[in-house]
C-alpha cells in the first residue's frame, strides 16, 4: 500500500505516497503548496526558464488522488498559485479542468503567503484556522497555512519539507510529512516546489527534538527526525 496510517489529535490519519494527507472517518483530501503557476511567475520575473507543464502535472496527480479516494471535502492548505498573477495567467482550458475537481464536492483553499488574494475557481477562500475549522467542521484539527510552536492538533504546510537519509550508500532524499504529535506538517505538492531539510531551523522550532517524518515515494515509513541540522 502507497500510504502510511498514524495517529494524529485523537484521529487515524493516512499519509499517502504523493505527498497528500487521507482522513477516511471524514471523507477529507488535505494537500499543501500547489504552487499552480511558478512556471509562469518564473518566465515573467526573467527567471530560470522551467517546461511549462508543471501546472498539468500537478492537477493531473491531484485528480487521480481525487478518483482513488473519493473525498467529500478538500483543503488546500494556501499557497496554491504561486502568486495571485500567475491564478489571474490560467488559461481558459486550466480554469476549466480545476473548476471539473472543485466541482461536486466542498473545497477549501486557506490563502498563504504567495497567495494571499485567495483563489476564485469555486469553492470558499479562508484565512484563519477558527474560520477554516467552523466552516469545515472537522472537531479538533486545526488548518492553516504556517504552523504555530503552541498549535494544538494543527496541520500545515509553507516550509515544503523534506529529509535526505543514507540508504544502500546513497544518499536519498525525499519530501516528507513531519510531526511531532501536535502538529503535522504536509510536503508540497506541486510539481516544481523545492524543499526545505526538515531538520532546519524554522521546522525545529516548531517541531522540537521529538519530531518525526514520514517519508513520500513508493514506500512511505516514518522515521525519526535527526536532532542536529546538517550544516
Known amino acids: 500500500m502507497n500510504a502510511l496510517d498514524f495517529d494524529f489529535a485523537g484521529e487515524r490519519l493516512t499519509a499517502r505516497g504523493t505527498g497528500a494527507l487521507w482522513w ?54 494556501g499557497d ?15 480554469r476549466a479542468e480545476l473548476a471539473d475537481l472543485v466541482g461536486g464536492r466542498r473545497w477549501v483553499w486557506i490563502a498563504g503567503n504567495h497567495d494571499p488574494g485567495g483563489s476564485d475557481p469555486g469553492g470558499e477562500t479562508v484565512e484563519s484556522c477558527e474560520e477554516t475549522v467552523e466552516s469545515c467542521e472537522l472537531g479538533r484539527i486545526v488548518f492553516r497555512h504556517i504552523a504555530t510552536p503552541c498549535g494544538v492538533g494543527e496541520v500545515s504546510g509553507h516550509y515544503h519539507p523534506k529529509l ?26 506541486g510539481t516544481f516546489t523545492g524543499g526545505l531539510d526538515c531538520t532546519a531551523p524554522p521546522i525545529r522550532a516548531v517541531m522540537g527534538d521529538q519530531a518525526r517524518a514520514i517519508l513520500t515515494g513508493p514506500h512511505p515509513c516514518m522515521v525519526p527526525v535527526p536532532r542536529l541540522a546538517r550544516a
Do not use: M, W
Request: glycine share 10%; hydrophobic share 45%.
Open 164 to 189: 535526505g537519509l543514507g540508504l544502500g550508500g546513497k544518499r536519498v532524499s525525499r519530501r516528507c510529512f513531519v510531526t511531532n504529535g501536535a502538529r503535522l506538517i504536509l510536503p508540497a505538492f
Open 24 to 77: 477516511a472517518a471524514r471523507r477529507c483530501l488535505v494537500v499543501a503548496d500547489l504552487h499552480l503557476g511558478k512556471a509562469e511567475r518564473f518566465a515573467r520575473k526573467g527567471r530560470a526558464q522551467l517546461p511549462p507543464y508543471e501546472i498539468a502535472d500537478t492537477l493531473a496527480r491531484l485528480l487521480g488522488e481525487i478518483k482513488e479516494l473519493g473525498p467529500e471535502i478538500v483543503v488546500a492548505l
Open 80 to 94: 496554491s498559485f504561486d502568486d495571485d498573477a500567475a491564478r489571474d495567467a490560467l488559461s481558459a482550458a486550466e
